[in-house]
Nanobody, 123 residues
Framework: VQLQASGGGLVQAGGSLRLSCATS????????MGWFRQAPGKEREFVAV???????TYTDSVKGRFTISRDSAKNTLTLQMNSLKPEDTAVYYC??????????????????WGQGTLVTVSS
């Protein structure tokens, strides 16, 4: 499956952005999907996943602010980000992997990646 992320940009703290991940090649209805982010000088980290067998899971720092969702008809994954903070600044990547019966949260669990979209939150 091929992935293309979009929707990043510059926003003030407290603002919102909506990231989208367009997919092609396979239907996402048979894939676990996720969002990861990588801040300058840091490792790529888990943000949120949509797991077919168990639902959605978020890293603690974004719970209550971010929402991951999928539209299987449009083959699109989205990440609605509200109440953004400067520490959310990063390049955001979408990822996909054929579904499995466990909650994937590791970068190593995913082998298909989009190109990344930059989110910058100013204070």
């Amino acid at each position: 499956v091929q992935l293309q992320a979009s929707g990043g940009g510059l926003v003030q703290a407290g603002g919102s952005l909506r990231l989208s991940c367009a997919t092609s090649g396979r239907t996402i209805s048979s894939y676990d999907m996720g969002w990861f982010r990588q801040a300058p000088g840091k490792e790529r980290e888990f943000v949120a996943v949509s797991i077919l067998s168990s639902g959605t899971t978020y890293t603690d720092s974004v719970k209550g602010r971010f929402t991951i969702s999928r539209d299987s008809a449009k083959n699109t994954l989205t990440l609605q980000m509200n109440s953004l903070k400067p520490e959310d600044t990063a390049v955001y990547y979408c990822a996909a992997e054929p579904w499995a019966a466990y909650v994937r949260k590791s970068r190593a669990d995913f082998h298909s990646w989009g190109q990344g979209t930059l989110v910058t939150v100013s204070s």
